[in-house]
């Protein structure tokens, strides 16, 4: 029976040789890429190690020196804030384009969609550049727009660091409410016109149908589009590092400073603390988780209650 | 700043006001706002344009040049001398079609293999692909640099090509194409006619796919194209450097040539954006096809 086996598992392998050769190059790709890097920077997060020399075992003391160090928390006070708030004007704004575009109200649709895509194809340091540009203290076109009403120049940039994320939220919102309004449109262009109908010959409101109907069965498309940027947030780095003249520390006052910043900073761009790097890593990677778990959670209570108390 | 808000105050109630009195007055509107965002999009990309044709000290001026100037033949020489922009393009596209075609090649093939054929362990195997797509990359960041350290593949282009070719959204992918598009009897019939299996992936799969691969390509090429911070960690020497590094290295703290600098974003920028324009919507379903099913 063992035999058989064994010689059942060379021939199927021999049989399926072709099937087995076409999938192999992702998974010993993703082996040696992948896989082995993931597992050796959780074991590299408990050493001290410059990089060269020997490492140095330190249990979770890179873990404890983190928690301690003030600037990882200005990092990531920095990057919650900018996530958070950039994500109200790409999820609301995403939504509003994606509904007067599928209302058929106006013409030229596709004219609008691919200028509020622009950016999506436009490389992150072109736009950095252009944006430090144009929130330029002294010849910026916004301070221009301001001064207009009557407002002094403020000085996005400089300062005492504050406004950087204001100018990196706009860039972001600026950037990816396209990206999310023609997810949102597709999805919007696979319900039904029949439920619009109905809705409109009962008198619901624009409002009421976005929230009522829009919405709700957007759902899941919504969460997916969450979840990615989300992701994206503790990744954010090439923006408010090009805003900044590329300085690795954010900035005036840290201001503009994120995780993926303060990481990169660490090791290997600034420093060559890769044990502490890792461990870096691996906190902004279980955040990474624990939102993403999170947000799926969250959507799946709310379906539950909607069943619940009846439809 | 206190008349601008209340200035867009009374603009929305305006608005909101003509578009519940008549409906051409709610079309007005919505072409109103419409247009305003439109506006907002277009003008960091006209600034772009108008800066690119300035000297630095007419874009350090108030209020800033807001049509174009004549500068452009003295940008364009001074970002020859800065830069080697040239190089730079050509390093961008050796990395990005390198990746690309890899990507597309692996992809398809895995892809196809997982709706075509029936081997033990598919269902296992398609399980773990699915799963590595939920482990972030962010996690084995610095070990992945050391890596690439230790291979002796700093300042070479195959840090950046090889190890991104495992892509398992890309093999997801190409499989729900392949189970919708590509019939079994179609193989069959191939292999009845004594097509080896190579032959009948390249002569009559491939063919087929091509849809699945321009959408794939394009989501490929841009994210590859626009990538910064990988080329930032591998690629130090200026010889090697992509676009987005190239642009990063005229910025300076003090000196800056804005004029020149503006020249090389608009350079970089608009390849990618012409073909954009000339093909919005495949680009615009290529970008979004994680999202989208079809």
């Given at each position: 029976?063992?035999?058989t086996?064994?010689?059942?598992?060379?021939y199927?392998?021999?049989k399926?040789?072709?099937?087995y050769?076409?999938?192999?190059p992702?998974y010993i790709l993703?082996?040696?890429f992948?896989?082995?890097?993931?597992?050796?920077?959780f074991?590299?997060?408990?050493?001290?190690?410059?990089?060269?020399?020997?490492m140095?075992?330190?249990?979770?003391?890179n873990?404890?020196n983190?928690?301690?160090d003030?600037?990882?928390?200005?990092?990531?006070?920095?990057?919650?804030?900018?996530?958070?708030?950039?994500h109200?004007?790409?999820?609301l704004?995403?939504?509003?384009?994606?509904?007067i575009l599928?209302s058929?109200?106006v013409?030229?649709?596709?004219?609008?969609?691919?200028?509020?895509?622009?950016p999506?194809?436009?490389?992150?340091?072109?736009?950095s550049?252009?944006f430090?540009?144009?929130?330029?203290?002294?010849?910026?076109i916004?301070?221009?727009?301001?001064?207009?009403?009557?407002?002094?120049?403020?000085?996005?940039l400089?300062?005492?660091?504050?406004?950087?994320?204001?100018?990196?939220?706009?860039?972001?919102?600026?950037k990816?409410?396209g990206w999310?309004?023609?997810?949102?449109l597709a999805?919007m262009q696979?319900?039904?016109?029949?439920?619009y109908e109905?809705?409109k010959?009962?008198?619901?409101?624009?409002?009421r149908?976005?929230?009522?109907?829009?919405?709700p069965?957007?759902?899941?498309?919504?969460?997916?589009?969450?979840v990615?940027?989300?992701?994206g947030?503790?990744n954010?780095?090439?923006?408010p590092?090009?805003?900044?003249?590329s300085?690795?520390t954010?900035?005036?006052?840290?201001?503009?400073?994120?995780l993926?910043?303060?990481l990169l900073?660490k090791?290997?761009?600034?420093?060559?603390s890769?044990?502490?790097?890792?461990?870096?890593?691996?906190?902004i990677?279980?955040?990474?988780?624990?939102i993403?778990?999170f947000?799926n959670?969250?959507?799946?209570?709310?379906?539950?209650?909607?069943?619940?108390?009846?439809? | 700043m206190?008349?601008?808000l209340?200035?867009?105050?009374?603009?929305?109630?305006?608005?909101?006001?003509?578009?519940?009195i008549h409906?051409i007055?709610?079309?007005v509107s919505?072409?109103?706002?419409?247009g305003f965002?439109?506006?907002i999009?277009?003008?960091?990309f006209?600034?772009?344009?108008v800066?690119a044709?300035?000297?630095?000290s007419?874009?350090y001026?108030?209020p800033?040049?807001?049509?174009?100037?004549?500068?452009i033949?003295?940008n364009?020489?001074?970002?020859?001398?800065?830069?080697?922009?040239?190089l730079?393009?050509?390093?961008?596209c050796?990395?990005?079609?390198?990746?690309?075609?890899?990507?597309?090649?692996?992809?398809?093939?895995?892809?196809y293999?997982?709706?075509?054929?029936?081997?033990?362990?598919?269902?296992v195997?398609?399980?773990?692909?699915?799963?590595?797509?939920?482990?972030?990359?962010?996690?084995?960041i610095?070990?992945w640099?050391?890596?690439?350290?230790?291979?002796?593949?700093?300042?070479?282009?195959?840090?950046?090509?090889i190890?991104?070719c495992?892509?398992?959204?890309?093999?997801?992918?190409?499989r729900?194409?392949?189970q919708?598009?590509v019939?079994?009897?179609?193989?069959?019939?191939?292999?009845?006619?004594?097509?080896?299996?190579?032959?009948?992936?390249?002569?009559?799969?491939?063919?087929?796919l091509?849809?699945?691969?321009?959408?794939?390509?394009?989501?490929?090429?841009?994210n590859v194209?626009?990538?910064?911070m990988?080329p930032?960690m591998?690629?130090?020497?200026p010889?090697?450097?992509t676009?987005?590094?190239m642009?990063k290295?005229?910025?300076?703290?003090?000196?800056?040539?804005?004029?020149?600098?503006?020249?090389?974003?608009t350079?970089a920028?608009?390849p990618?954006?012409i073909?954009f324009l000339?093909a919005?919507?495949?680009?615009?379903?290529?970008l979004t096809s994680?999202?989208?099913?079809?």
């Open positions: 029976m063992n035999t086996k064994k010689k059942g598992f060379v199927t392998l021999k399926n040789k072709v099937a050769a076409y999938v192999a992702f993703f082996a040696i992948g896989l082995f890097p993931i597992v050796a920077g074991g590299l997060s408990f050493f001290r190690w410059d990089g060269i020399g020997p140095h075992f330190n249990g979770v003391t873990y404890i983190l928690f301690k003030s600037l990882f928390w200005k990092a990531l006070s920095n990057t919650l804030l900018i996530g958070i708030l950039a109200i004007p790409i999820l704004g995403g939504l509003a384009l994606a509904y599928n058929k109200l013409e030229g649709e596709n004219i609008f969609k691919t200028i509020y895509f622009m999506m194809v436009t490389s992150s340091v072109a736009i550049i252009i430090q540009n144009l929130f330029g203290n002294n010849y910026g916004i301070n221009w727009f301001l001064s207009l009403f009557g407002q002094k120049a403020i000085n996005w400089g300062g005492d660091g504050s406004l950087i994320k204001v100018a990196v939220i706009v860039m972001f919102a600026w990816w409410v999310n309004m023609v997810i949102y999805g696979g319900i039904s016109g029949d439920i109905a809705a010959i009962d008198g619901a409101s624009d409002t149908v976005m929230f009522s109907i829009v919405i069965l957007l759902k899941p498309i919504i969460v997916f589009t969450i990615q940027s989300s992701i947030m503790f954010l780095f090439t923006e590092f090009i805003l900044t003249n300085s690795w954010g900035g005036v006052n840290n201001g503009g400073l994120t993926m910043m303060y900073n090791a290997p761009q600034g420093g060559n890769y044990g502490y790097a890792s461990a870096c890593a691996y906190v990677t279980i955040m990474i988780v624990i993403s778990v947000v959670k969250f959507s799946e209570e709310k379906d539950e209650g909607r069943r619940k108390y009846g439809k | 206190k008349t601008l209340i200035g867009i105050l009374i603009i929305a109630v305006v608005l909101a006001v003509i578009s519940k409906p007055g709610k079309k919505l072409y109103i706002v419409l965002i439109a506006l999009m277009l003008i960091p006209y600034m772009m344009f800066m044709t300035h000297t630095t007419e874009i001026s108030f800033p040049a807001m049509w174009f100037g004549t500068n033949v003295t364009l020489k001074n970002m020859i001398q800065a830069v080697n922009f040239p730079s393009f050509l390093n961008s050796i990395v990005t079609f390198g990746n690309v075609i890899l990507v597309l090649f692996f992809c398809s093939i895995g892809g293999a997982f709706a075509v054929y029936q081997f033990p362990g598919r269902k195997l398609f399980a773990v692909l699915l799963g590595t797509m939920m482990v972030p990359w962010t996690a084995g610095i070990p640099f050391i890596m690439m350290s230790k291979l002796g593949w700093l300042n070479s282009f195959q840090a950046l090509i190890p991104s495992a892509n398992a959204f890309g093999i997801f992918w190409m729900q194409y392949c919708n598009n019939p079994v009897s179609l193989v069959e019939a191939a292999r009845i006619d004594g097509c080896s299996e190579w032959t009948i992936f390249f002569r009559v799969i491939a063919p087929i091509k849809p699945a691969y321009a959408s794939l390509g394009i989501m490929q090429f841009v194209w626009n990538d910064f990988q930032l591998i690629l130090r020497r010889e090697k450097m676009l987005p590094l642009l290295t005229m910025v300076g703290d003090r000196g800056t040539d804005y004029g020149a600098l503006m020249f090389a974003s350079c920028v608009l990618l954006l073909a000339s919005s919507k495949f680009f615009m379903s290529g994680g999202a989208v099913k079809e």
